[in-house]
C-alpha cells in the first residue's frame, strides 16, 4: 500500500489517480499508524513552504515523517519535495524537514516567476536507472528552487537558470515538477520510483 501524506495542501486527487492507475493501492492520511503500514511515503503539496510546515507540525507529523524516511522510500512532489530540505525562505525562514542538506530559495533568473510549463530534463551521470528520461518534458510550477550540493542531484531543467528537477538521497527522492501532470512521461517517472526503490 502506498500512503499519501494529507497535510491540507496537496494536489492529492491526481497524485492519487496517478498510481492508481499503476495497479496500487492507496490511502490518503494524516494518521500516523496507517502511514507506518505503507511500502511507500509520498508528500505532495500545492503552496507556500512556511504555511506547509505549519500544518505539517498542527497534524504532530514532523518527527513521524523524518522517522520513514529513514525506513520507507519516501518521494517528495513539487513543495512536498522542497519541504525534504533544511529551510525554506518562502514568507520568512522556516525549518523544513532535515532529509536532504540544503536551503529553498527563490530561483534566481531573468526569466518571469513562477516557472509554469514544460521543461525538459538533464539527467545526471550518476543516475543510470534515470537516463531514458534524457531530454524528456515535464511539467513544472513553482517560483522557489532547491540549493544542494551535487551529490543530490539526479535531474536539472534550465529555467535562465540550473534548476534541480528531480533530488536523491538513498531512498529519499524528491520531484520539483508535478509527475502526475506531466503525461505518459511523468507516469513512467513514478513507475521507475517504484521499481528502484521495491524492497527497500
Known amino acids: 500500500m502506498i500512503a499519501i501524506v494529507d497535510y491540507g495542501m496537496g494536489n492529492i486527487a491526481s497524485v492519487r489517480t496517478a498510481f492508481e492507475r499503476l495497479g496500487y493501492q492507496v490511502k490518503v492520511t494524516d494518521q500516523p499508524e496507517l502511514l507506518r503500514q505503507a511500502s511507500h511515503i509520498i508528500l505532495p503539496g500545492v503552496g507556500s513552504f512556511q504555511a506547509a510546515v505549519a500544518e505539517i507540525k498542527e497534524r504532530q507529523l514532523t518527527k513521524v515523517l523524518q522517522e520513514l524516511a529513514e525506513e520507507k522510500p519516501f518521494l517528495g512532489i513539487c513543495l512536498g519535495m522542497q519541504l525534504l530540505f533544511e529551510t525554506g525562505y518562502e514568507n520568512g525562514i522556516t525549518t523544513g ?34 537516463e531514458a528520461f534524457q531530454d524528456q518534458h515535464v511539467y513544472f510550477v513553482h517560483s522557489f528552487q532547491a540549493v544542494t550540493v551535487p551529490d543530490y542531484l539526479a535531474a536539472t531543467a534550465v529555467y535562465g537558470a540550473e534548476v534541480p528537477a528531480i533530488v536523491r538521497k538513498g531512498n529519499v527522492f524528491g520531484m520539483q515538477f508535478h509527475p502526475e501532470k506531466s503525461g505518459p512521461v ?13 524492497g527497500e
Do not use: A, M, R, S
Request: net charge negative; charged share 15%; glycine share 8%.
Open 186 to 198: 511523468g507516469v513512467q517517472l513514478l513507475k521507475t520510483f517504484l521499481e528502484i526503490t521495491e
Open 97 to 130: 524537514l532535515g532529509l536532504i542538506p540544503g536551503e529553498v530559495k527563490l530561483i534566481e533568473t531573468p526569466y518571469i516567476l513562477p516557472h509554469i510549463g514544460w521543461n525538459q530534463l538533464d539527467i545526471q551521470t550518476n543516475q543510470p536507472e534515470l
